[in-house]
């Protein structure tokens, strides 16, 4: 978890616009990326103003 709370963070510094982060990856790609298996990447991932996001499969 602490791999994808790493990488979710750097891609935020990287592409937040107006408020949403924009992410054109994945849960499988971002698997791939990290060297993890798809099942250790959340679907739901909490957004900084306290909504839940779903990452796409």
């Given at each position: 978890m602490e791999r994808?709370?790493?990488?979710?963070?750097?891609?935020?510094?990287?592409?937040?616009k107006a408020g949403v982060l924009q992410l054109p990856m994945s849960r499988r790609d971002i698997a791939i990326y990290l060297g993890l298996t798809i099942e250790r990447v959340p679907?739901?991932?909490?957004?900084?103003?306290?909504?839940?996001?779903?990452?796409?499969?």
């Open positions: 994808v709370a790493a990488f979710l963070r750097d891609m935020t510094d990287r592409s937040m679907r739901d991932v909490p957004t900084p103003w306290g909504r839940r996001d779903r990452l796409p499969d």
